[in-house]
């Protein structure tokens, strides 16, 4: 095999005697020299591994001539997805504020999507969802505020990662302004601008968590529907109650009918030269509305009252399942719920298989099996909400007292906690102890004691 070096050499020889032949006028032997040139380096090219030919051939060019051959391949090749081309972003007139109107946004955001196929749709082709959430800028008051917002926050992080929702935590007012009950509205349309390719935009309050992790959104449901919150008909339309629907938990489609019904329900709130207006009209609207100033879930129930040709039927109210649910109702019944779902895994044998993180849904899936088979009365409450509980500031609703408040928020947050712990193979035996926790058993005793003692919160098997 010909050396680097030899190959080379050749190579000058051959040139210095091209040269010489030609001024001799004995250009009659070009043909052959190059010829022979085109052998040897042919021959000097198979000496050489691939990728060192292909540097040096490549050694010409200055854009190429540091890079390994496959990172300037990679380069050449156009991506799948590209911002290229113009799209809404580089609008100047462009406002994430709701002070501006958004027009035609369902274009605008089709044109982004065609950019960018590959984000069109989420995992296993399901509608992608954002999950938006937020608190205060400042400080709690209340001394264990902090965390408990941290163990809620933690709490939609864990679902999120589970499901495969984004998920955005906001600590600012965005429009100061619009403050208290009407903060999360700039939040959830900008996160509508910040994320073209999510269908839907999940906003939850700070204080609600999710005490079943397994259960996913039936989001085939709401196909023809813009807007999902928790509620119910008859007391919208009935009885006209302001509780008749909670906006602290809701669903809302990225699409221009959500921007202009925003605009419109945005209009009672404090950065409306109407608002005063709007709270003696939705005080005397609704008999059970103690407080005068404009709140969201008011004018919301009075937008379907008074408006119903033209939103209601883009407003899905659910009340099939725990969309969104009080508090004071749900948590006494969670040791009894762990209870059964313990007894439920003893029965069918894939139950009480250990299984890794990922393989979560397949689970969630056999387990909605046994749910059906054992009656609706043991499903886990979907969204717990601590209304009127003020985690942060203190300030509870004096209904009930600050200690069953607290109290049942850790209790809650226990409940679903174990069902993430369980993964990792542990649990807290007792829903009330925080701190402690035990590795799952490899199966129940035959006796049917976990061993977990306390509230029953082993939600243990293998």
């Given at each position: 095999m010909v050396s680097p070096e030899?190959?080379?050499?050749?190579?000058?020889?051959?040139?210095?005697?091209?040269?010489?032949?030609?001024?001799?006028?004995?250009?009659?032997?070009?043909?052959?020299?190059?010829?022979?040139?085109?052998?040897?380096?042919?021959?000097?090219?198979?000496?050489?591994?691939?990728?060192?030919?292909?540097?040096?051939?490549?050694?010409?060019?200055?854009?190429?001539?540091?890079?390994?051959?496959?990172?300037?391949?990679?380069?050449a090749a156009p991506p799948r997805d590209s911002e290229e081309s113009d799209n809404f972003y580089d609008d100047p007139e462009l406002s994430y504020s709701m002070e501006r109107p958004m027009r035609g946004w369902d274009e605008k955001r089709r044109e982004w999507l065609r950019q960018h196929p590959s984000l069109a749709s989420g995992e296993g082709g399901r509608e992608r969802?954002?999950?938006?959430?937020?608190?205060?800028?400042?400080?709690?008051?209340?001394?264990?505020?902090?965390?408990l917002l941290l163990r809620f926050f933690k709490n939609k992080v864990d679902y999120c990662r589970l499901h495969g929702c984004d998920v955005f935590y906001n600590n600012v007012l965005l429009q100061p302004q619009m403050f208290s009950f009407w903060a999360k509205y700039p939040v959830v349309r900008a996160a509508m601008?910040?994320?073209?390719?999510?269908?839907?935009?999940?906003?939850?309050?700070?204080?609600?968590?999710?005490?079943?992790m397994d259960f996913e959104l039936p989001l085939e449901r709401y196909k023809g529907h813009n807007l999902v919150v928790h509620g119910w008909t008859n007391l919208i339309y009935e009885k006209k109650s302001w509780t008749s629907i909670n906006a602290g938990v809701f669903l809302i489609r990225n699409c221009q009918w959500s921007m202009d019904f925003m605009d419109v329900w945005a209009g009672m709130g404090p950065q409306s030269p109407e608002y005063e207006r709007w709270g003696h009209v939705l005080r005397s609207t609704f008999a059970d509305k103690l407080f005068p100033d404009s709140d969201d879930q008011s004018a919301l129930i009075y937008l379907l009252l008074t408006q119903k040709d033209r939103y209601g039927d883009k407003i899905y109210v659910e009340n099939e399942y725990y969309?969104?649910?009080?508090?004071?109702?749900?948590?006494?019944?969670?040791?009894?719920?762990?209870?059964?779902?313990?007894?439920?895994?003893?029965?069918?044998?894939?139950?009480?298989?250990?299984?890794?993180?990922?393989?979560?849904?397949?689970?969630?899936?056999?387990?909605?099996?046994?749910?059906?088979?054992?009656?609706?009365?043991?499903?886990?409450?979907?969204?717990?909400?601590?209304?009127?509980?003020?985690?942060?500031?203190?300030?509870?609703?004096?209904?009930?007292?600050?200690?069953?408040?607290?109290?049942?928020?850790?209790?809650?947050?226990?409940?679903?906690?174990?069902?993430?712990?369980?993964?990792?193979?542990?649990?807290r035996p007792d829903l009330m102890d925080s701190a402690v926790v035990k590795p799952i058993p490899f199966d129940y005793p035959a006796g049917g004691d976990d061993g977990g003692g306390g509230d029953g919160g082993g939600e243990g098997a293998r």
């Open positions: 030899a190959s080379t050499m050749a190579k000058h020889a051959l040139l210095r005697n091209r040269a010489s032949l030609c001024f001799s006028d004995a250009c009659l032997f070009l043909g052959g020299v190059l010829m022979a040139l085109l052998l040897v380096w042919s021959f000097s090219s198979f000496a050489y591994p691939p990728s060192a030919s292909q540097t040096l051939a490549a050694s010409s060019s200055s854009a190429a001539a540091e890079a390994p051959p496959e990172c300037a391949a990679a380069a969802v954002v999950l938006v959430t937020g608190s205060q800028p400042s400080p709690c008051k209340n001394k264990i505020g902090d965390h601008l910040a994320h073209p390719e999510a269908e839907w935009i999940w906003w939850i309050d700070s204080d609600a968590l999710f005490t079943d969309f969104e649910g009080y508090w004071e109702g749900i948590v006494g019944t969670l040791p009894n719920i762990t209870r059964e779902y313990e007894d439920m895994d003893r029965r069918p044998p894939a139950l009480r298989r250990r299984h890794a993180e990922k393989a979560s849904r397949y689970y969630a899936a056999r387990r909605a099996e046994a749910e059906a088979e054992a009656g609706a009365a043991r499903k886990r409450p979907f969204v717990t909400h601590f209304t009127g509980c003020q985690p942060c500031s203190g300030n509870h609703n004096q209904m009930y007292s600050g200690e069953s408040c607290w109290n049942g928020m850790v209790k809650a947050l226990n409940f679903a906690d174990n069902q993430v712990l369980r993964r990792y193979g542990y649990v």
